[in-house]
Every structure is written in C-alpha cells, then in structure tokens.
C-alpha cells in the first residue's frame, strides 16, 4: 500500500504563502488522480484541489485561484501552492490517492496549516 508523508505546513499570516509537499511511497504514484484534503476539527474532510494523472486540475471555489496543485512523477511528490491565505484556511492539511472521485488510500498523518496574525 502507498504510504504518504505530507509536509510544508505552519503558521503564517494572512495574505501569506504556504507550500506543501506531499511524498508517496511506491512505482504506481504516476498511474493516479491525487488530492489535497483539509479539515478543521469537529468537520469533515473536504477535498480542495485534485490532479489527474494526465496533469488536469480542479480546485473547490473557495480556493480557486489563490490554490495551486501539481505534481513531479518523477519524485513521486504532488505540491499544493497555498498564496493569499486566509485565517479560514486553518486546517489540517492531508493528500491521497483518488479513484472514481475518492480517496482510496491510507491517510497519513497530514500537515497542520493555521493562518492568523
């Protein structure tokens, strides 16, 4: 099973920049859609951006165009390009693999993300 480590959170303050960086274990990283969730506590995971594995991304509304998501199949890396942050982007931040729409692997142990001045 592939094993990802999620990195590159913190604390900034609004309006600033964060980029995560998200490691996956294993030869078939190539072959999958990959997402970056987030959750606050006491709510659900919500899925913010996602790449396939042909490079097409999409981001939730609240993130489109201050969030950017790719990947580096030869590292086996995808990023999440986090700029004009807001304190609502406080949350634990996790990437997986995506199959139909899902996250199908096992989550790791995410990265925290807290924006306040």
């Known amino acids: 099973q592939v094993q990802l480590v999620e990195s590159g959170g913190g604390l900034v303050q609004p309006g600033g920049s964060l980029r995560l960086s998200c490691a996956a274990s294993?030869?078939?990283?190539?072959?999958?859609?990959m997402g970056w969730y987030r959750q606050v506590a006491g709510k659900e995971r919500e899925l913010v951006a996602d790449i396939t594995s042909a490079g097409t991304t999409h981001y939730a509304g609240s993130v489109k165009g201050r969030f950017t998501i790719s990947r580096d199949n030869a590292k086996n890396t995808v990023y999440l390009q986090m700029n004009s942050l807001k304190p609502e982007d406080t949350a634990v931040y996790y990437c997986?693999?995506?199959?139909?729409?899902?996250?199908?692997?096992?989550w790791g142990q995410g990265t925290q993300v807290t924006v306040s001045s």
């Open positions: 997986n693999q995506m199959s139909l729409g899902r996250a199908v692997g096992a």
């Open positions: 294993g030869s078939i990283f190539m072959l999958y859609a």
